[in-house]
C-alpha cells in the first residue's frame, strides 16, 4: 500500500493547451492578418457566434460564445473568417503525434487540449525537458504556440498551464503544491463554475486558503456532498489518472444558471449557448448523432427530459437549436421557474 500510494504522488503529468487555436491557424496562413483583432465564427451579419477571438481581439471583450454581431459592435476594426474545421483536425492530430513520442498515456480534453501522463516516459526525460520540446516542435513543425503546464496531478497541471499564456510554461514541483494553491481563487478549479463560486462566496470562501481553515465535518455541514472533494481540491489533491481515450455513447452539456429562469427569451438564449457547446464538442470528437435530448430542472429540484429521433445523423448547430426549441415547448417552461438546461446528442 505504502508503494501505491506514493508512485500516485510522484505522478508527473502535463497539460498542454494551444494558444487561441483556431484563430493562431487562420493568421498562420494568412500573414497579412498578424496583429490584428481576428474573430473566428461567422460573419456579423449572421446568427454565428464567435469560436475564439485572437488576443488582441480579446483586448475588446470578444470571448468564444458570444454573438458575432455583438463582437462587430465592440470592435469595428475586427476581421471575421469562417471556421475551417478541417485546418484545426489537421493541426490537432499532428500535435498528438507529437505527443505520442513522449507517451502514450495521452487524455485529450478537446481538438487543442491535452493531458500528458510522462511519469514513466521511454526517454527518461524530465517532464519540464519534455514539455520545452513539445513546445518547440509544435512551433518548428506547425508554426504554432501552446502553453503547458507541468505539475504531480491533472488538476494543478491544467491551472498552471493557463498562467503564462501564450507560449508560457508553468512548473509545480510536489513541494509547492501548497504554495501555488494558497492565493489562488476557489474558481480556477475545473469544476468549480459561476454558480458553485458565488456559493462559496456566501461562505467567506474565496481562495483555496479560506477552505484550510475549516475541517471536513465542519465543511460538510454547509456543503454536504461537495465537502470532501473541495476540502482535497483546494489543497491541489487530485489522483484521478490520465485516461486515454474511451468510447462515448451520447455528448452533452448542462448548465445551472445563477438565477432561476422564467423569462422564455432568456431560457432561449441559454439553449443557444448549450447548442453551441454541444455541436463544437460533436465536431471536434468527429460525432454525428439521431437523437437529441433536453433537460429541465425546475426550481424544485424536479427534472424532466424529452427526446427526438430524427431521419439523419447531424452535429449542425441549427438542427439542433430547432429541435431543442421544439422540445423546449413540450415543458413547462415560461410557467415555472427553471434552474438548469441541458442538451445531449447520442445514437451516433
Ligand atoms: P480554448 O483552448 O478554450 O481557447 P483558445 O485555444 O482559442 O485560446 P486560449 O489561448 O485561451 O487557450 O478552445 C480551443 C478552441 O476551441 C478554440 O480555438 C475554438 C474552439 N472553441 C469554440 O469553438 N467555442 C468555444 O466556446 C470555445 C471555448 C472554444
Ligand atoms: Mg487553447
Redesign the pocket.
Known amino acids: 500500500m505504502p508503494d501505491c500510494h506514493s508512485s500516485l504522488l510522484k505522478r508527473k503529468i502535463i497539460h498542454f ?7 493562431a491557424i487562420e493568421i498562420r496562413d494568412n500573414p497579412a492578418l498578424r496583429g490584428k483583432p481576428v474573430v ?1 465564427g461567422g460573419s456579423p451579419n449572421s446568427r454565428a457566434v464567435v ?2 477571438a485572437s488576443y488582441e481581439a480579446r483586448k475588446y471583450g470578444i470571448h ?2 458570444m454573438a458575432c454581431s455583438k463582437a462587430a459592435r465592440l470592435c469595428r476594426e475586427a476581421i471575421f473568417i469562417d471556421p475551417h474545421f478541417e485546418k484545426y483536425q489537421a493541426a490537432s492530430s499532428h500535435i498528438r503525434e507529437i505527443f505520442k513520442q513522449y507517451t502514450a498515456l495521452i487524455e485529450p480534453l ?4 491535452a493531458f500528458l501522463d510522462v511519469t514513466h516516459n521511454a526517454a527518461r526525460l524530465y517532464a519540464v525537458t519534455i514539455a520545452k520540446r513539445i513546445q518547440k516542435e509544435v512551433q518548428n513543425t506547425l508554426e504554432l504556440t501552446g502553453s503547458a503546464g507541468v505539475a504531480p496531478n491533472k488538476l494543478v497541471a491544467k491551472i498552471a498551464s493557463d498562467m503564462k ?2 507560449n508560457g510554461l508553468t512548473v509545480v514541483l510536489p513541494d509547492q503544491v501548497t504554495s501555488f494553491m494558497q492565493n489562488l481563487p476557489l474558481r480556477k478549479i475545473h469544476g468549480i463554475g459561476p454558480v458553485t463560486e458565488k456559493r462559496l462566496t456566501a461562505l467567506g470562501l474565496k481562495v483555496c486558503s479560506d477552505v484550510w481553515k475549516y475541517s471536513k465535518a465542519a465543511l460538510s455541514l454547509h456543503l454536504g456532498n461537495m465537502a470532501t472533494w473541495l476540502y482535497e481540491r483546494s489543497q491541489g489533491i487530485d489522483e484521478q489518472p490520465v485516461e486515454t481515450e474511451r468510447v462515448r455513447k451520447s455528448l452533452g452539456k448542462e448548465e445551472t444558471f445563477p438565477i432561476d429562469l422564467l423569462e422564455l427569451s432568456s431560457l432561449r438564449e441559454e439553449l443557444a449557448k448549450l447548442t ?2 454541444v455541436a ?1 464538442h460533436l465536431t471536434e470528437a468527429d460525432l454525428k448523432g439521431k437523437t437529441i435530448t433536453l433537460k429541465v430542472k425546475y426550481d424544485n429540484f424536479e427534472h424532466i427530459t424529452r427526446s427526438q429521433t430524427i431521419e439523419h445523423f447531424t452535429r449542425d448547430e441549427h438542427v439542433i437549436l430547432e429541435v431543442t426549441t421544439n422540445l423546449l415547448s413540450k415543458t413547462e417552461a415560461g410557467r415555472r421557474r427553471i434552474r438548469l438546461l441541458g442538451i445531449s446528442v447520442s445514437n451516433f
Request: one cysteine or more; proline letters at 5%.
Open positions: 493547451d494551444m494558444d487561441a487555436f483556431y484563430a473566428v469560436c475564439t468564444s460564445a478537446s481538438l487543442d487540449e499564456k501564450p453551441h457547446a463544437r
